[in-house]
């Protein structure tokens, strides 16, 4: 009997009736049948992103969609705040680099989310600063930022919001219209439920008028402008995925009929009893700020990460992934999307437990496993 | 008992074993299994391709890819001299402007193939062009230019060759380290029998000097250096639709038993018994030097070309393409590449040739698949 069982922070496991509509017979994509899907996907997209903005759907990976959007905001003369605290933070900054954008990297250190107030401080210190991106949760640190205070702080600075989702739409609570998020970017792969080819990216007006404004722009493939002109006719500019937009529409209903706000309750409910398991266990989390999409564990002394992530693939089919860079050994990483709710979260945390244990780790075998029991019973 | 036959130029039949192999128990992409998965392709890519190039796969479209060669083989200070004979010519020149690159975009009358003397002259009248982009297959006006004597001109003179290849590679003859071509970039969504999704990109070891020490290209999602550098450790940069690499494992295997030459026997009998019951139903082959992967005919008097098109699809499932730009209207394009055969090719045949009948074309019924069968029967 050998399962997988992805609780790897994307790709996170992607449920049957996804999988089985894409091994259905093979269509064209410039008909009316895939204008009609794609619209459906299109408006579905804007209600799981909690936005009535327009939602570009590109066919490429998250940072494809990040691309689109760094290079899209930041026309000549603009400059641009990123907020580097983990992985995916630093590769925004090298994305401006490698564009040649006036770019200022503040860093955050690792495991922490950055302070609002930081931000305001640079907004005030250079009236320059055109446009501000934010990670809202750091999938290489599991750490989650206050974006609702971020925005706010954009919205009375005037500044335009970019704010990487790609672990938190569809799984963190994210009012991108209410808190003053210009943009948001995410990938398929991640709480949307999908494999990955997918990019999407939410645009508010007042960014739009940035990016179709933007002249000097050196952007083709990932260009959000050429994207929207081709959908406001029901296309895509190049050839899509469509393969994968026909599995979206299948996971967009099933989190529609779960509800936005039921989802974020389940994923929550995952992460707070993997941080409840682990203090149970005597084991840390990473994170001073942990988002509630994923989990980074700090690997107990005397056990050895890599061991430990092998023990749990080979004997459970269980996949979590481990830490990069400097935290490299010194992690590993839950997820809590995907189509898994709270049995097949405490089946990880069982393996996980029984494989801490055999390793020599010290704690009551069962306690970790119980005490994820007792955070689902009381928020059912 | 409705259907779907794609006789569309891309995206074309996918063979169920793809598809159902995309539909099996969904894994992750950072681990042993993918990095073997992906070895395993990129060394099948290049024997499909003929080379002994790295193939380079990006999780894109074909656009995607053809990005990233253009930027990469023009640092500044280069020259490119772009071959624009329809809407694939006509966007490699549109991406080396909004890149900013110095470009010479030569115009070819549509449905004509470039003439390689006149790319030689241009060749010695700009000693500073560094490289060429060629299509070799031009899907909108299915014509195939002499990519062989090209080659020879490029290299003779010293130049970078890029060959669009999208609606060649996997279908037409092609041996780019023999005809001195240094990138061949295709999508997977034609030839190949995958859904859309994945560009690639074969990089020979000269253009590969001028990509990695280009320190001056804006370029981070398509870069091809990035892609170079993660997949000689057998990994992507950033995450790949893993899905169609886990079919492309299979749609390669399928070309690779049927035998290359055998595959590009196959699409040129398609081809030529399309072309025989063309001139048999007195309809012309819009091409002058017609490309054996796709076939663009003439829609005759008196048939309204989106009628003929809908009448084909509701009728038998039977899917084509419409011309682009000026040639909308006028001409209609049947794909001869995908997971599709002779008896395929018939049904196509004789579908169109009811439908033209039925709508007044005048010609005796039956000549059309008649015509087809023979040559079939002769190309065995």
């Known amino acids: 009997m050998k399962k997988i069982r992805l609780f790897t922070p994307g790709p996170c496991t992607v449920p049957e009736e996804a999988l089985l509509e894409m ?10 049948w895939f204008k009609d899907l794609f619209a459906e996907c299109n408006t579905k997209l804007k209600q799981v992103f909690g936005t009535t903005n327009d939602v570009i759907t590109i ?26 605290g983990g992985k995916f933070g630093e590769r925004w900054g090298k994305i401006a680099n490698q564009f040649g954008i006036d ?3 503040h860093k955050v250190e690792w495991g922490h989310a950055v302070d609002p107030a930081a931000i305001e401080k640079l907004l005030k210190d250079d009236p320059k600063i055109t446009n501000v991106m934010v990670v809202h949760s750091e999938t290489s640190t599991a ?20 704010a990487d989702c790609i672990t938190s739409a569809a799984a963190l609570p994210l009012k991108p219209d209410e808190w003053g998020v210009d943009i948001v970017v995410t990938g398929s792969q991640k709480a949307l ?19 179709e404004g933007n002249k000097g722009q050196h952007c083709f493939y990932n260009n959000l402008a050429s994207a929207r002109k081709a959908m406001l006719k029901g296309d895509t500019p190049y050839t899509p995925a469509h393969l994968l937009v026909r599995g979206l529409r299948i996971t967009l209903n099933m989190l529609l009929e779960e ?6 309750k389940r994923v929550a409910a995952m992460a707070e009893a993997t941080r409840a398991a682990a203090r149970a266990m ?9 988002s509630d999409s994923v989990t980074a564990l700090v690997v107990p002394n005397g056990v050895v990460e890599k061991d430990l992530r092998k023990k749990l693939r080979e004997r459970f089919g269980l996949h979590l992934a481990g830490g990069q860079d400097h935290i490299e050994g010194k992690v590993v990483r839950l997820s809590h999307m995907g189509a898994i709710d709270s049995l097949d979260m405490l089946a990880a945390i069982a393996g996980l437990e029984q494989v801490l244990f ?7 075998l069962g306690s970790g496993t119980a005490a994820a029991v007792k955070v689902f019973a009381e928020r059912k």
């Open 103 to 105: 770019c200022i990297d």
């Open 143 to 162: 750490t989650a930022c206050d974006l609702q205070a971020i925005g706010a702080i954009c919205r009375k600075h005037d500044k335009l919001l970019i």
């Open 282 to 290: 005597h084991v840390e989390v990473y994170s001073k700020r942990p």
């Open 358 to 364: 055999e390793m020599g780790h010290k704690f009551e």
């Open 193 to 211: 439920m999908l494999p990955p080819g997918l990019g999407f990216v939410s645009v508010s007006e007042r960014a739009w008028k940035v990016i």
């Open 23 to 32: 091994a259905r017979p093979f269509e064209h994509h410039r008909t009316q």
């Open 59 to 84: 066919t490429g990976s998250g940072t494809a969609a990040a691309e689109g959007a760094i290079v899209g905001c930041n026309p000549p003369g603009s400059k641009f705040l990123n907020i580097n």
């Open 259 to 264: 509800g936005m706000e039921k989802v974020w």
